[in-house]
């Protein structure tokens, strides 16, 4: 080995990501709510960044003031009931009501009070005895009793422990049920979950069937009691891409981006400030006004990859929006990439929580890429109709006799369609399909 001390030239070409161009590249990944706070904070740094939002309208105080008088009367005519507040129903509240007619010493009530205040949204207690009796400063069987009150209330099945707990008590109250039922969740819950029936069939000296009427009454309860009383508010997703069919059969694509704000230069601003010839007025002008433009031209490579994006995805993927859903052929962004003469990664960037809207609803961009499978005429089906498949069979089978994966694994080579039984078990498990075992029926 000669090992050298030494200065040599080497002449070599390396990629540096500039602070521009990890802007770009951080853009074209922005979903539209990201993207709008990226614009919003700049526009907070920047005074040369004006942002014209299209659902906000700038208010003139002349015009709007005298207009707003002169209305005001009318609008409480007409829009009064419009100002009543919704009514909003508090879980612990409607808990705390069942208990005002209740008669309760101070100790009690303060462990009932950390009882309620410790039930998630789902009405399950979720404080051990221990902790609330140490709270409280009082024994585990003074809690226990104070729980058995609050279990006894409305909705059946709150303060519950577990899922075993909660069934348990919606099933004490309810009307006709075997006693079979309430042995069964108390004392075998884990082989009735894991439908070992047969098993279980044999401990309890019943027949099979009769562990199925049990499942079903079980079917009718609620595992979330207390859910019911909390609304989500609805979550809107806002597409960026919007598909449509002309008359002529064409599909049309385009970009939306009415909800994005619009940037524009605040010229007024830099001329009046230009007027100073301040050199450290001229910089900090000169920055800013380059952080600008480097901004819109971000945006417009975003824009512009987007849209190339979309139209090759639509232009790959034309039986979906032709026939249906059930159409999807394979496509991986590495096709998309090659079609483009782009990086790989710039396509996994572009679709990272982009949605398009089209004529069967509204889908995530990466719902278009789907892996291939061989089929015997040497050409390819996609995974998603391989699911699509499953999932109508599973829909449609006789549930005394469900398909297990290897029969569902032959009826798809019958449609030319080479897959394995762990392939099929596989996406059964994305689908959230039980197995054949969980999904049959002993009627």
């Known amino acids: 080995m000669n090992l050298k001390v030494g200065l040599w030239q080497q002449q070599t070409v390396k990629l540096a990501l500039t602070q521009e161009l990890t802007q770009a590249i951080t853009l074209l990944q922005y979903s539209v709510q990201e993207l709008t706070s990226f614009l919003e904070s700049k526009a907070m740094e920047n005074p040369l960044i004006q942002l014209e939002t299209p659902n906000i309208r700038v208010m003139d105080p002349r015009y709007d003031y005298v207009k707003k008088r002169k209305t005001v009367k009318n609008d409480d005519e007409k829009s009064w009931l419009e100002q009543i507040a919704a009514k909003s129903n508090s879980f612990v509240d409607y808990v705390n009501a069942q208990l005002t007619l209740k008669t309760f010493t101070k100790k009690e009530r303060r462990i009932i009070d950390h009882i309620i205040y410790n039930l998630d949204r789902n009405g399950y207690l979720t404080a051990s005895t221990r902790e609330i009796a140490n709270m409280c400063q009082a024994t585990e069987d003074e809690v226990e009793a104070c729980i058995a009150t609050v279990q006894g209330l409305e909705p059946a099945g709150i303060a519950a422990r577990s899922l075993q707990e909660c069934l348990y008590l919606q099933l004490e109250r309810k009307e006709n049920v075997p006693r079979i039922a309430l042995e069964i969740i108390r004392d075998h819950f884990e082989d009735f979950a894991e439908k070992r029936w047969r098993q279980l069939s044999k401990e309890l000296q019943i027949e099979v069937k009769d562990i199925q009427e049990v499942a079903d009454i079980i079917q009718t309860l609620t595992p979330r009691p207390g859910a019911s009383f909390y609304e989500e508010n609805p979550s809107y997703i806002v597409p960026d891409l919007i598909v449509r069919l002309a008359e002529d059969g064409e599909v049309e694509v385009s970009l939306f981006d009415d909800l994005l704000p619009k940037l524009r230069f605040h010229q007024e601003y830099y001329d009046e400030m230009t007027r100073y010839e301040d050199r450290q007025v001229n910089q900090f002008l000169k920055e800013k006004s380059n952080d600008y433009h480097w901004i819109m031209k971000s945006l417009e490579h975003r824009q512009e990859t987007l849209f190339k994006v979309g139209l090759k995805i639509v232009e790959k993927q034309k039986d979906f929006f032709l026939k249906g859903p059930k159409h999807l052929a394979p496509l991986t962004m590495k096709d998309i990439s090659e079609e483009l003469n782009i990086h790989e990664s710039t396509v996994s960037r572009a679709v990272r929580e982009k949605y398009m809207q089209t004529p069967y609803g509204t889908f995530e961009l990466k719902h278009f890429f789907t892996s291939s499978l061989q089929t015997n005429n040497a050409e390819t089906a996609s995974s998603a109709t391989v699911k699509n498949l499953i999932q109508e069979w599973v829909d449609q089978e006789d549930k005394r006799k469900p398909l297990s ?28 399909i039980p197995s054949s075992a969980k999904r049959k029926r002993f009627d």
Do not use: C, F, H, M
């Not at 694994?409 to 449609?415: D, G, H, P, S």
């Open 405 to 432: 994966d290897q029969q569902i694994a032959n009826r798809l080579k019958e449609y030319g369609i080479i897959v394995s039984r762990r392939t099929v078990a596989k996406y059964r498990d994305q689908l959230g």
